[in-house]
């Protein structure tokens, strides 16, 4: 079964300051798809950031990058220039393919993140 | 485009009683999903709908929940005789087909807060 680990509950970054969020998954798939959502206090979440697994290239979004390592099962998040909006709770998650016979999107238990002034 | 609506915000009822939950997707998005999340944890799959097709039910989900999308439009969701455990957020999300199988990325409404009393 596929499973999404986010070890860090949650980190804290100075405004301005680079910040990265680690995440792990377990899948025997060769094609995925992987997402960062934000879900700020009380508020909808909304995606960050998407990375393909057939690509190599790490995607990027403004601020926003990730660290893909496909052999290692490894989906990272780097934020550079914290903003205080940047607070909030930060979902790693894992699409398998449709050959796997499931439609779910197998989300991590999170990672707070505080931007500090 | 007016985002992924979910009515009511807040519900409160009595351990045993029956709730509904409404979700209206982004026009045109084929795929829908309902999540449950509970505090501290990531959204936890319930149930796939494809047009007016659920497609996938959660194995952990109770005979209790019971979802509907009539014409594939709107969804509904049903909690029979509610336990203390219900009580949770409710996310609705929705997405557009890929055609080629890709997939997009899930657009979230604000979800329903469940309180059993």
């Known amino acids: 079964a596929q499973t999404v680990t986010q070890s860090q509950p949650e980190m804290s970054v100075q405004e301005a300051e680079t910040v990265t969020l680690s995440c792990t998954y377990d899948?025997?798939?060769?094609?995925?798809?992987l997402f960062w959502y934000k879900q700020p206090p009380s508020r909808q979440m909304i995606l960050v950031i998407r990375?393909?697994?057939?690509?190599?290239q790490n995607a990027t979004e403004n601020r926003f990058s990730v660290n893909f390592q496909k052999a290692a099962k490894s989906f990272s998040l780097k934020i550079s220039d914290s903003q205080l909006g940047d607070t909030a709770m930060y979902f790693c998650a894992f699409m398998p393919p449709l050959s796997s016979g499931t439609y779910k999107y197998i989300f991590g238990t999170g990672t707070r993140l505080k931007v500090l002034a | 485009d007016t985002g992924v609506s979910q009515d009511p915000r807040h519900k409160i009822t009595k351990r045993g009683q029956n709730v509904t939950f409404r979700c209206d997707p982004i026009?045109?998005?084929?795929?829908l999903y309902w999540y449950r999340q509970t505090l501290g944890q990531g959204p936890e799959f319930l149930t796939y709908f494809q047009n007016e097709a659920q497609l996938e039910k959660s194995r952990l989900l109770s005979d209790r929940f019971s979802a509907e999308r009539p014409k594939g439009s709107f969804s509904t969701l049903e909690i029979q005789r509610t336990e203390q455990g219900d009580s949770a957020m409710y996310l609705c999300?929705?997405?557009?087909?890929?055609?080629?199988?890709?997939?997009?990325?899930?657009?979230f409404g604000n979800g329903t807060r469940l309180t059993v009393t």
């Open positions: 026009s045109e998005h084929n795929r």
């Open positions: 999300a929705s997405s557009p087909w890929g055609g080629s199988g890709e997939y997009s990325p899930l657009h």
């Open positions: 899948t025997s798939e060769s094609n995925y798809y």
């Open positions: 990375q393909e697994a057939y690509k190599q």
